[in-house]
Structures are given as structure tokens and as C-alpha cells.
């Protein structure tokens, strides 16, 4: 049985390619794409995934700050042998070997006195304030390394969602305690976790919802189908559908063949072999249905990627604008954003779009490094100041595709595999369950906060956290409230959005309005 659903998979793949152009046709489409300015189709939509590998702490991403909330959070934090807690909104970062005024600690490179304080935030819209509180308005902050965030928010180009987490009905803290309510599966493991963010279902999914989504729109594409759903990170359910398959780019292009290898420059010294080994891995003559399959999707997928590497290589998208060097904060060296050239290889594929017809797309990248057990100041801080940049990059250079801004027909949002507890272990944190999202765009109702952030604190001292387990947030909002909101933008209708989210129909609210 698994062969044959493979070999599906592999005829599913092949018929994708079937219909592309030449590359030579290609470079005349798109020659004559570029030269008009803003040939972009007013009706080209794009979902991109942000996926954060491991668990992001959104703890320390993004933070309420009112005295109660503050309070709470502090004295979870500043403890351990490396205390987590971030430093107060107006707090001036402490040069390197002098004593910070919060914490008394010596300020060190990597650590949350050399920062500075919390950048803060002031939402459209008020959040409700919680049982306990004495503060009549909550107020939040980014982590001090997100200041591109903080402009993108006070833009309005970008949204918050909060406390968002995986959820088959409402859940309550007695209910979670009592195990009332059915719960999602395998909690607080990284690959069920990361499975069920993409597909609403533990590791061993087969497919995902971007690639349902892209199931049901791809038609818009005309021929060219196969770059409905495209991965700059490698493969993921997320993107798996049950008529299209993912396609995988590089950084650089397409690789010179997607499936089974790679047939370019030369081979074992030969300018010749490379042909050879070609002629051997596309032939069709085998005894093996599943050989012959496997033969010619690879014979397709060759010219398919001959077509990339042309479009990639056309004035238009050759100006896609490499992103700017980074400085990890934490070592004061440059290294590269991995996350933002990801995200240049869709830029150039959204400026293909005009010449490929394409009217619907679905992308992935991702970042990994997020599971932060240990020695979290110094990696969590390069992978937020990372991310903040990556953002700040696409939506500048979103700014300007082909002449016209893209910004409002691409919706890029964050994913991952749950948040982190809310008190330390010593240097970092334990795997937890909701936490807070990031939504850029220049179609998303930005600088605001979405769904309900959570009450903050450990049960404590007579103090009970309705919204928390343990140090784990009880999510108050779906992953399934989560892709709903963002398919409906994309074009995907109700009744389609209830097949693709058979919980959405649990949850009150299917719609959350932050694009």
C-alpha cells in the first residue's frame, strides 16, 4: 500500500510539470513582463509561512507590561544560574562590565542588561484586563532586539495574536485538569506538535493545510500548477496537498533536478557525464512501475528546473535586493540570516508570477535553533534580532516587485511548534503550549493585538492563573481560528475552510479579523 500511494505521489508530481512552459517561451513571457511596470495581477495572493523550529519562548517576544503582569513576570524570570527576565520599558542598555540598576548583575555581552528595556507597544485596541489586576489599561512591549517589529507594528503593516496555541474545543484549566474536554495529542512533543500546527493531526500526516488550500485554488494557476505550493526550506506537510506537491527551491534557483539528484556543471571531472547520468536516471524502459514513474517525473522535473533558473536569472528578479549583513547582538559577528534569504527566494518568485500566470501561491521557509532548554539568552536573542530582520527585509523589498507594491497581496505569519514555560529552569525554559504570533502584511489590521492575552503568573502565594497550567498558557485561541482567518483572505470559502478544519466549527468566533 505504501508503495503505491508513493507512486501516486510521483504521477501526481509528474502531471504538475507536464503543462510548463520552455524555457525559451519563459524568457519571452517574462521579458515582456518586466518591461512593463507593475505587471503584477491585482488579484495574486500569497500565504508565507514562518515556521519557528523547535518552540519559540513568545514569553520573551511579546510581554505585558502593566505592574501586575510586569511584576509576576519579573519575579518568574530573574532567577537562575543566567536569569531570563528582560529588562523594564526606558531601561538604558548597560555597557559591558558595569552594574545594571535592575538586577545589580554585571552586564555582560549576550545578556538582558546590555539590551536595554522592553520596546513598547500600544495596541489599536485595548485588551481586557484580567481578574486580580489593579491596572485600569494593560499595556505590552517587544523583546528589545525587534525593534524593525516595533516599526512594522506602529506601521500597522503588522498584528499580534496572542496566546494562540493547538486546541480541539475551548479548554479551561479544570477542564484540562479534569481531562473533560478532548485534547489535542501527544502535548509538548516537537514533532506531533509541529505536525498538528500544519495538519491538524500528529507526525505521519499526509497532508497539510497550506497544500489544501492550495488544492482548492490551484486551478487559478492555469498550467502551472506546480508552483502552487513552493518550500525554501525543505519539505513539510504543511505544504502537502492531495492533488499538488510541494516544490522545492534553494536559496540560490531551483535545484537542477528537484527529484533524485542533481544533473548540472560536470560530473567525476566530465563535461560529458552529467548527460549520461541523465539519459540513466530518466529512463523509462525499466521493468518497475515505480522506476518509470520516478523516471519520468525527473525527465519533467530537469526542464522544470531549467525554467526557474532562467526566470531566476531575468533582470526583474535578479533585482530582488539581497538582504542587508547581519550582526548576531549576542557576539557582535557577522553571520548569515538564513531565514531572510529564504525569504529572497520567494520575493524572485512572486516576481515570476506575472510571466507564469499565477494568481494563487502558498510558500514555506523556516528557522530552527528555537528549542531554548538551556543558554537562552544567547541563542533566543540572535533568533529574534534574526527573525526582526528577516521581516523588516521582505517587507521592504515586498515594497518594490516588478515596479508595484506587493505588499497587500502578500500575508506573511509566524508557526510553531508551542511557546515555552512561563518560569525559568535555571537558563532557559521547557516545552509549554500557547503563546503569541506575528502577522505582517500590508492587507493584515495591524498595530493591534488579537485574540485574549492571557493573565500572567505562576500559582503562587494564594495567586491562581486562570489562563496557565503549571508554566504552560492554556491557548484561548486555535491554531484552527488561526489558518481560518488567514484562508478566507487567501479565497478559500467557508464551507471549505470546515472541511479543511472539521474543529473550526468548536470555536465561537471562525474569523478573527486581523487580515
Keep these: 500500500m505504501a508503495s503505491h500511494i508513493d507512486r501516486r505521489e510521483f504521477l501526481r508530481f509528474s502531471a504538475g510539470m507536464a503543462g510548463l512552459s520552455t524555457a525559451g517561451a519563459f524568457g519571452l513571457q517574462m521579458a515582456a513582463a518586466g518591461s ?15 515556521f519557528l523550529f523547535g518552540g519559540n519562548d513568545a514569553n520573551n517576544m511579546v510581554l505585558a507590561t502593566d505592574d501586575d503582569s510586569w511584576g509576576r513576570y519579573f519575579v518568574a524570570r530573574n532567577q537562575g544560574s543566567d536569569p531570563i527576565a528582560l529588562m523594564p520599558v526606558g531601561t538604558a542598555a548597560t555597557p559591558i562590565g558595569q552594574i545594571n540598576a535592575v538586577t545589580g548583575r554585571i552586564s555582560a555581552l ?6 536595554g528595556g522592553v520596546l513598547p507597544i500600544v495596541p489599536k485596541t485595548a485588551q481586557a484586563i484580567p481578574a486580580g489586576t489593579s491596572a485600569s489599561t494593560r499595556t505590552f512591549a517587544l523583546h528589545p532586539l525587534m525593534a524593525p517589529v516595533q516599526s512594522l507594528f506602529n506601521s500597522g503593516r503588522l498584528a499580534v495574536l496572542a496566546n494562540v496555541g493547538t486546541l480541539i474545543t475551548p479548554t479551561t484549566k479544570a477542564q484540562y ?29 499526509r497532508t497539510g493545510w497550506g497544500g489544501e488550500m492550495g488544492d482548492l485554488l490551484a486551478s487559478m494557476n492555469g498550467s502551472n500548477t506546480a508552483f502552487t505550493a513552493i518550500t525554501a526550506s525543505g519539505t513539510a506537510v504543511f505544504l502537502s496537498g492531495r492533488s499538488i506537491i510541494q516544490y522545492p527551491l534553494s536559496t540560490n534557483a531551483a535545484p537542477a533536478v528537484s527529484v533524485g539528484g542533481v544533473v548540472a556543471g560536470s560530473l567525476f571531472g566530465s563535461n560529458a557525464a552529467p548527460a549520461v ?7 523509462t524502459g525499466t521493468a518497475s512501475d515505480f522506476a518509470n514513474d520516478h523516471g519520468a517525473v525527473v525527465a519533467r522535473s ?14 526583474a528578479v535578479a533585482a530582488v535586493p539581497s538582504p542587508p549583513a547581519y550582526t548576531n ?22 516576481a515570476t508570477a506575472p510571466a507564469f500566470g499565477l494568481k494563487r501561491q502558498v510558500f514555506m521557509v523556516s528557522a530552527g535553533g528555537w528549542d531554548s532548554h538551556d543558554t537562552q539568552n544567547l541563542d533566543q536573542s540572535n533568533n529574534l534580532a534574526k527573525l526582526a530582520q528577516a521581516l523588516d527585509y521582505f517587507d521592504t523589498t515586498l515594497g518594490n516587485i516588478n515596479g508595484a507594491d506587493m505588499r497587500s497581496n502578500v500575508t506573511t505569519f509566524t508557526a510553531s511548534d508551542f511557546s515555552r514555560t512561563f518560569n525559568t529552569n535555571g537558563d532557559g525554559t521547557d516545552h509549554a503550549w500557547g503563546g503569541h504570533h506575528l502577522i505582517m502584511g500590508g492587507a493584515v489590521n495591524g498595530g493591534t493585538i488579537y485574540g485574549q492575552y492571557p493573565t500572567l503568573g505562576m500559582d503562587l502565594n494564594g495567586f491562581v492563573n486562570p489562563n496557565a497550567t503549571g508554566g504552560s498558557l492554556i491557548p484561548t485561541t486555535s491554531v484552527d481560528q488561526y489558518a481560518a482567518t488567514l484562508g478566507a483572505w487567501f479565497g478559500v470559502g467557508s464551507s471549505d475552510l470546515n472541511t479543511i478544519f472539521p474543529n473550526l466549527k468548536n470555536f465561537g468566533t471562525a474569523n478573527l479579523g486581523f487580515v
Design 36 to 50: 512593463a511596470a507593475g505587471a503584477v495581477a491585482s488579484d495574486y495572493k500569497a500565504l508565507v509561512c514562518i
Design 110 to 115: 549576550g545578556k538582558p542588561e546590555n539590551w
Design 177 to 205: 485538569a479534569t481531562r473533560s474536554v478532548p485534547l489535542p495529542a501527544s502535548l509538548f512533543s516537537h514533532n506531533d506538535q509541529q505536525s498538528t500546527w500544519q495538519a491538524g493531526a500528529t507526525e505521519g500526516a
Design 277 to 283: 547520468l541523465k539519459d540513466i536516471i530518466t529512463d
Design 302 to 315: 530537469v526542464p522544470t528546473a531549467a525554467i526557474i533558473n532562467t526566470a531566476f536569472a531575468q533582470p
Design 329 to 350: 547582538p549576542s557576539k557582535t559577528l557577522v553571520e548569515t540570516n538564513a531565514l531572510a534569504l529564504q525569504l529572497r527566494t520567494v520575493a524572485r518568485m512572486i
